[in-house]
């Protein structure tokens, strides 16, 4: 018998009844927002919920609205009873796995846009992928009401853009950005990775030391557009097949920067194998 197993909960009344219970015992919530295919980057988020939260939830929808393409979304996996046996003993209480409807019901009209933030970068490459990001968390936010909700520092721009709704619109949740975990090579653990073949597995981990290649050379004080031009260029070299971006930005509102003199992140999106994987890393302000 597996112990620890999180209770699947489909439906928005099912859910709002085992929250209520829990805040009527005083309890605090923490939510874990996923499209399933859990990996341990997620599994790390779980637990650091655990860890700071009486009761989590995990959520698990595959997001219609975030998908730039019907061939995308149809590629993604869909592993439910197997991510639900990768969180025993994680510290999750529920599994919530709304169906199309319980999310979107009949009539749904609103969508949820954050400014300036969605723009550029990611943005850029994948029109209306933010606006349905921020829609989705905006509503399991208010679905779940928890207190506390986790995510991943690879999807940077998404922490940056559900920091920023969370804010502007008053919800009553801390939003928190726990680090990226990464494959024993360097390369960045994302459900995209399982689509690679093993040729391609085998130099993805290239793109991660290209980052910290730049890295090393702007703290050398190397000029940052000579940097990024050969980082590129490597990337492709070294087996990717294109790099959409690779941009500096400041941390704390991913404003354009010509040099690092702030608080900085170093951000990637990149093909392989008809995969688009991105990454990137933390680069100290230049002293
Ligand atoms: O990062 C993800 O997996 C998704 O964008 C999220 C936050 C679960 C919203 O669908």
Known sequence: MITGLPDIVRDLPGLRARVAAWRRAGESVAVVPTMGALHEGHLSLVRRAAADADRVIVTIFVNPRQFNSQADLDAYPRTEEADRLKLAGQGADIVYVPDGATVYPPGFATTVEVAGLSEG???????????????????LFTQTTADLAYFGQKDFQQLCIVTRLAADLDLQIKVIGCPTLRETDGLA????????????????????????????????????SAC???????IVAGGYQAVEYLELRA?????????????????????????RLIDNIAIAAAA
């Open 189 to 224: 653990m994302s459900s995209r990775n399982t689509r690679l073949s093993a040729e391609a597995r085998a130099v993805a981990s290239s793109l991660y030391a290209e980052l910290q290649r730049v890295a090393g050379r702007l703290a050398g004080g190397a000029a940052m």
């Open 121 to 139: 970068l990611c943005g850029a490459y994948r029109p209306g992928h933010f606006a349905g990001m921020a829609t989705v968390v905006t509503k």
């Open 228 to 234: 990024l031009e050969d980082a590129k260029a490597a």
């Open 251 to 275: 941390e704390a509102d991913l404003a354009v920067l010509d040099r690092p003199d702030v608080p900085a992140r170093l951000l990637v999106a990149a093909w392989l194998d008809g995969v």
